[in-house]
C-alpha cells in the first residue's frame, strides 16, 4: 500500500470521530469520500488521500495519547 501504517489507523481514527461528531468531521467524511473516489480512478491521484489519512491517524493517536496522559494528569491536580 502506499500509505502503509497511517491507513491502518485512520479508520480507528474516523470511529473515534463518530463518536464526537461536529462540522469538522462531515467536512473530513466528504473530503474522504471525494480523494477515495478520485484516487480509485487513476492511481497517481492515491496523494490526495494522504492528507485525510494523516488526519484520521492523527485523531487515533491524539484521542490515545489523552487517554494515556489524563491519569497522571488527574494525580498532578487537573480536574
Given amino acids: 500500500s502506499y ?10 481514527g474516523g470511529l473515534v470521530s463518530l463518536w464526537n461528531r461536529n ?3 462531515i ?10 473516489h478520485f484516487s480509485g480512478k487513476m492511481s497517481r491521484l492515491v496523494l490526495i ?4 489519512v494523516s ?4 485523531i487515533w493517536f491524539g484521542w490515545v495519547a ?3 496522559l489524563e491519569p497522571f494528569l488527574l494525580l498532578l491536580g487537573k480536574k
Fill in 27 to 36: 467536512f473530513l467524511c466528504l473530503y474522504a469520500l471525494i480523494a477515495e
Fill in 3 to 12: 500509505l502503509h501504517l497511517p491507513l491502518d489507523y485512520c479508520l480507528l
Fill in 66 to 68: 489523552d487517554l494515556l
Fill in 49 to 52: 488521500c494522504a492528507p485525510i
Fill in 55 to 58: 488526519v484520521g491517524a492523527g
Fill in 23 to 25: 462540522n469538522g468531521f
